[in-house]
């Protein structure tokens, strides 16, 4: 059972799901085993009459302050750096950013906001070209080494980054890099082509992600947007982007139906487990408690080693 290493992701809570949802949903994810829950300070920003984030944050706190005793069952997560350093009015001109006193400030507001005295995992969200990974290592290592943050991770960074703020981090005797949250699935588009809404650079996994992961066992890999905007359960509705169509998506879909029928699991729920079973811990964006039941069956499934080494088998 890998329920514990599911990641609920709370990007809308505070904004699109109301309070009172969002409430429950982490309550229900909890009382199933969960524990990671995971946020950043831009949540929502573009959602926000403000034009500013934290509430995501804020929805997570008060539900942490309404359930005394809870903080010590659940583990938090949340980032820096990818807010607009203006009210959002449609377009972004610049970010706030990884420089070091802003996220030595960035920090104990996301603190406040958690009601907490300390995050578990401290994120860089997105790479910022005006400060470099070297002073992003020292500041995130700092970060820990002062209580804020228990572990430090890099979202949507390249590895040649991460690998080097893993080094500058270990020579000064800090906390180094032991996470990477990035984007993939079990189809993947064609190399180079636009996927609408996913347009960082290094916001995927490639091969040399897998490769660095490898050679370091003890970095996690979390996995966001797992299940394409629920392409693989609504293709109808929902179709993957046309950047998905290709030979090797409809050669792996054969196969992911064909275990979803062995299974009596759904494709998307197959795509979960077949991620945890490698060691992946897919995140989670639910609004219902049906999307949340769905996925807390995928991480109580089994799949048969014959099966994985199906859904593994090249396309």
Partial sequence: ???????????????????????????????????????????????????RGGQSEECVGEWLTSRPGMRARVELATKVGAEPDHPFDGEIRRTVGLGRDHVRSAVEASLRR??????????????????????????????????????????NFPVWQV??????????????????????????????????????????????????????????????SPLVQASYTRRAERPFPEAYDHPGTTARLAVLDAVADESGLDAGQVVLAWMLARGWRPIVGVSTAEQLDSALVAARAELAPEQLERLDAPA
């Fill in 114 to 155: 958690l009601r907490t005295d300390v995050v578990d995992v401290y994120w860089a969200h997105v790479p910022d070209e005006r400060t470099p990974v070297e002073e992003v290592a020292r500041t995130f290592g700092e970060v820990v080494a002062e209580g804020s943050a228990r572990r430090v991770g890099m979202s």
């Fill in 163 to 224: 690998e080097r703020a893993r080094a500058v981090a270990v020579a000064a005797g800090l906390q180094p890099v032991d996470a990477l949250q990035l984007h993939t699935s079990y189809v993947s588009p064609r190399p180079g082509a636009a996927v609408p809404g996913k347009d960082n650079p290094y916001g995927w996994v490639g091969v040399d992600t897998l490769s660095y992961l490898d050679a370091h066992p003890g970095t996690e890999l979390w996995v966001y």
């Fill in 1 to 51: 059972m890998s329920i514990d290493q599911l990641v609920l992701g709370t990007m809308y809570f505070g904004t699109r799901v109301e309070q009172g949802t969002a409430h429950d949903l982490m309550d229900r994810f909890v009382d199933a085993g969960g524990r990671m829950i995971d946020t950043a300070d831009a949540y929502s920003f573009w959602t926000s009459e403000s034009g």
